[in-house]
């Protein structure tokens, strides 16, 4: 696998995802029992934005730069720019915080967090960033396969689910492994990444998971530009599978990423009722 998300960290796909992941995590750390999460794709945890993937890239530019200069941008982003700040102790963004990073800062003493990482040298900087975190495991592993074995049978339990999507069985091993993770304890829930370059590749998506899972969904699209090229990331996706109730929150994140950062794109957030 060639995917190194350095040269993506920090773009208008990271915000998305860390505003809702950062929004959801508030929502059910503020009462309730513990709480497992694992994170099938954590990476490496922390992100050089003066190095020369993301130099290459441009994409932190066009992204986490521009948010932390916006004076317009909803209350939403505000847990994730209190993150960016923080890492960069209030000077220019160099670094980015991913997931794993994320995640830890976010959750209370009882919780637990699992990151899961394939790439053996990914994993490395991940044990690294992740050193001396309370509750915190890594495990360089296939995530989709830990996420069922990790999951215990009884309690709440979110899963992270955010693949590079190089390989061309990533969607239907999504799928399987939710099905799984539901079968396991069905009170896991889960937040599930995707690129969205065409319609179809999502919508059949879709319907493969309403198939195989029931339980109430949440779909956030969020667009930069009209779909007009496959061959390119027009947007993202977020698929919430019975969480808390976000549809103004993700409308929120999701229209301002598509009108300040895009050209042309838009945004929506919908339901899927389950089968």
């Given at each position: 696998m060639n995917y190194r998300h350095a040269f993506h960290a920090g773009n208008f796909a990271d915000l998305v995802k860390h505003a809702a992941l950062l929004r959801l995590l508030a929502e059910l750390t503020a009462k309730g029992p513990p709480l497992?999460?694992?994170?099938?794709?954590?990476?490496?945890?922390?992100?050089?934005?003066?190095?020369?993937?993301?130099?290459k890239s441009g994409e932190a530019e066009a992204g986490i730069v521009q948010l932390m200069a916006a004076r317009d941008a909803p209350a939403d982003f505000s847990p994730l720019t209190r993150a960016v700040a923080a890492v960069n102790e209030g000077a220019e963004v160099r670094r980015y915080p991913g997931s794993p990073w994320l995640i830890a800062g976010a959750l209370r003493t009882a919780d637990r967090?699992?990151?899961?990482?394939?790439?053996?040298?990914?994993?490395?900087?991940?044990?690294?960033?992740?050193?001396?975190?309370?509750?915190?495991?890594?495990?360089?592993?296939?995530?989709?396969?830990?996420?069922?074995?990790e999951c215990p049978r009884e309690g709440r339990v979110l899963v992270l689910i955010d693949p590079p999507f190089e390989?061309?069985?990533?969607?239907?091993?999504?799928?399987?492994?939710?099905?799984?993770?539901?079968?396991?304890?069905?009170?896991?829930?889960?937040?599930?990444?995707?690129?969205?370059?065409?319609?179809?590749?999502?919508?059949?998506?879709?319907?493969?998971?309403?198939?195989?899972?029931?339980?109430?969904?949440?779909?956030?699209e969020t667009r930069i530009r009209p779909l007009t090229?496959?061959?390119?990331?027009?947007?993202?996706?977020?698929?919430?599978?019975?969480?808390?109730?976000?549809?103004?929150?993700?409308?929120?994140?999701?229209?301002?990423?598509?009108?300040?950062?895009?050209?042309?794109?838009?945004?929506?957030?919908y339901a899927l009722s389950p089968q």
């Open positions: 497992t999460v694992i994170d099938t794709h954590a990476g490496r945890g922390l992100y050089d934005l003066a190095g020369p993937e993301a130099r967090y699992v990151a899961c990482e394939l790439r053996p040298d990914e994993h490395e900087a991940l044990r690294v960033a992740m050193r001396g975190r309370q509750n915190v495991r890594t495990l360089n592993v296939d995530g989709y396969a830990a996420a069922v074995a390989k061309p069985d990533d969607y239907r091993r999504i799928v399987e492994t939710l099905a799984a993770l539901r079968r396991r304890n069905g009170q896991a829930r889960a937040l599930v990444w995707l690129p969205v370059k065409d319609l179809e590749t999502l919508d059949s998506f879709l319907r493969d998971l309403e198939d195989e899972v029931a339980a109430p969904m949440l779909v956030a090229d496959p061959m390119k990331m027009n947007g993202c996706a977020l698929l919430l599978l019975d969480g808390p109730d976000l549809e103004a929150p993700l409308a929120a994140i999701c229209a301002w990423v598509a009108q300040a950062l895009g050209a042309g794109g838009g945004a929506r957030v």
